[in-house]
T-cell receptor, first 114, second 114 residues
C-alpha cells in the first residue's frame, strides 16, 4: 500500500541548531516528493519538491532535502533553525502522471526554543 | 495575484445537518483539490476537479461530494454530518495541465460538528 511515514510527531530544537525531519515512503515507483510547511491558521506552503535528477534539492527559507532511493527516504534539513521556523511540516508523495492524489504524512510539529 | 480563498473560515453544525464549503482558486488555475485534515490522520485526499469534471477521488463515503463551476470555483458538500467530520478542510488549486504542477493551498475551513 502507498504510504508516507513521518516518525517524529514532535521535535524541539534550540534556535541556531541544525534540523533534520525524517520522511519515508512506500510507493510502487519513485514518485514526486514534496515538503510543505503549515503555520498556525494557515494553509500549506510548498518548501521544495523532487522530480528527478540531483538528489539534493534546495528549497525556500534555507531548507534542503535529500532523496535516497535505497532507503525510500526524503529527509528535510536546515543547518540553522530560526524561531520563525516553528510550524508543522508535511512530507507528501504524488504520482508521476496527471493526478493530484497526493499522499501526505501525518506531520511533524517543530518547536524552536529561544 | 490573489491566492486561494475559502469561505467560510469557520463553521459550526450539528449532527445530521449538511454543509457546503466554497473554494476560489488562483486565477487561471483549472484544477481544484480538496483535503480533510485531522490531528493524527494528517491530510486525506477527498477529490480533484478539473474543468468541471471530477478527475480523481479519494476513499471517502458518498456523503462527501463536490462540484466545479465554469469559472473554476469549487464547492464541497457534506450531507448528514457526523461528529467525525469535524476537521479542517483544505482546498488546493493548480494549473492542472502537466505532471507535478505545484498545488497552492487555501487557509482552510474549520468545521466543527456538535
Amino acid at each position: 500500500a502507498q504510504s508516507v511515514t513521518q516518525p517524529d510527531i514532535h521535535i524541539t530544537v534550540s534556535e541556531g541548531a541544525s534540523l533534520e525531519l525524517r520522511c519515508n515512503y512506500s510507493y510502487g515507483a519513485t514518485p514526486y516528493l514534496f515538503w510543505y510547511v503549515q503555520s498556525p491558521g494557515q494553509g500549506l506552503q510548498l518548501l521544495l519538491k523532487y522530480f528527478s535528477g540531483d538528489t539534493l534539492v534546495q528549497g525556500i527559507k534555507g531548507f534542503e532535502a535529500e532523496f535516497k532511493r535505497s532507503q525510500s527516504s526524503f529527509n528535510l534539513r536546515k543547518p540553522s533553525v530560526h524561531w520563525s521556523d516553528a510550524a508543522e511540516y508535511f512530507c507528501a508523495v504524488g504520482p508521476k502522471r496527471l493526478a493530484y492524489k497526493y499522499i501526505f504524512g501525518t506531520g511533524t510539529r517543530l518547536k524552536v526554543l529561544a | 495575484k490573489a491566492g486561494v480563498t475559502q469561505t467560510p473560515r469557520y463553521l459550526i453544525k450539528t449532527r445530521g445537518q449538511q454543509v457546503t464549503l466554497s473554494c476560489s482558486p488562483i486565477s487561471g488555475h483549472r484544477s481544484v483539490s480538496w483535503y480533510q485534515q485531522t490531528p493524527g490522520q494528517g491530510l486525506q485526499f477527498l477529490f480533484e476537479y478539473f474543468s468541471e469534471t471530477q478527475r480523481n477521488k479519494g476513499n471517502f463515503p458518498g456523503r462527501f461530494s463536490g462540484r466545479q463551476f465554469s469559472n473554476s470555483r469549487s464547492e464541497m458538500n457534506v450531507s448528514t454530518l457526523e461528529l467525525g467530520d469535524s476537521a479542517l478542510y483544505l482546498c488546493a488549486s493548480s494549473p492542472g495541465t502537466s505532471q507535478g504542477n505545484e498545488q497552492f493551498f487555501g487557509p482552510g475551513t474549520r468545521l466543527t460538528v456538535l
